[in-house]
């Protein structure tokens, strides 16, 4: 039972164009979703993260939408750059341990 | 600043085998968590350290799997009779504090393989 979904296991972008990456929950009791970025042989690094309260928050090229009716968020990058070539985990937090979607891996092309 | 740090970051064993796996979290982190990555799956929770409280157990998936927290820091998961399907990258985590609104640090992990 898949409570956080990343339905796109990957994703290709030109250099500078626009990058989504979304991601689907299934509980409404989640109030704090994070974005993990991974790059191979290496652990998760945080990227951005919402509350509930919020429906947008923003930290240079990327920002990250949340629409609790729909129970989906979206992590916006632009323009993309080719170092941004990675696998994205979005994330929930409920009650301290970190569920994760399957992630999306991102390929941006020169 | 040093990081989170695990060892090995790679092992290999035998079917049968017990392991050890061990976690360095940031020091002053209170928060202590182990997931694991198998090959094409997200990453799955498995245990979760909070100062001195018990520790959220719920991910373990069976009896073979254990994890100590030794005097509020250093923290080993230990997988007794491995199992084929063992094999995964273990992720250790650490966190100031648990719970809403604290982004937690990863170490690179242990890749763990079993022949």
């Known amino acids: 039972d898949q409570q956080v979904k990343q339905n796109s296991p990957s994703l290709s972008v030109q250099e500078g164009r626009i990058s989504i990456l979304n991601c689907d929950y299934t509980?409404?009791?989640?109030?704090?979703f994070l974005w993990y970025k991974k790059y191979p042989a290496e652990g998760p690094t945080f990227l951005i993260s919402?509350?509930?309260?919020?429906d947008k928050n923003e930290d240079g090229r990327f920002t990250v939408f949340l629409n609790k009716s729909a129970k989906h968020l979206s992590l916006h990058i632009v323009p993309s750059q080719p170092g941004d070539s990675a696998v994205y985990f979005c994330?929930?937090?409920?009650?301290?341990?970190?569920?994760f979607g399957q992630g999306t891996e991102l390929s941006v092309k020169p | 600043g040093a990081g989170v740090s695990q060892s090995p970051s790679n092992k290999v064993t035998e079917k049968g085998k017990d392991v050890e796996l061990r976690c360095d979290p940031i020091?002053?982190?209170?928060?202590l968590y182990w997931y694991r990555q198998s090959l094409g799956q997200g990453l799955e929770f498995l245990i979760y350290?909070?100062?001195?409280?018990?520790?959220?157990k719920s991910g373990l998936p069976s009896d073979r799997f254990s994890a100590e927290r030794t005097g509020g820091s250093v923290s080993t998961l230990t997988i007794q009779r491995t199992q084929q399907e063992d094999s995964a990258v273990y992720l250790c985590?650490?966190?100031?504090?648990?719970?809403?609104?604290?982004?937690?640090?990863f170490g690179d992990g242990t890749r763990l393989s079993i022949l």
């Open positions: 985590a650490s966190s100031p504090e648990g719970g809403w609104g604290r982004p937690q640090h």
């Open positions: 509980n409404s009791m989640f109030d704090y």
């Open positions: 919402i509350s509930s309260i919020k």
């Open positions: 994330a929930a937090l409920p009650g301290g341990k970190l569920i």
């Open positions: 020091s002053g982190h209170t928060a």
């Open positions: 350290f909070q100062g001195n409280s018990a520790p959220d």
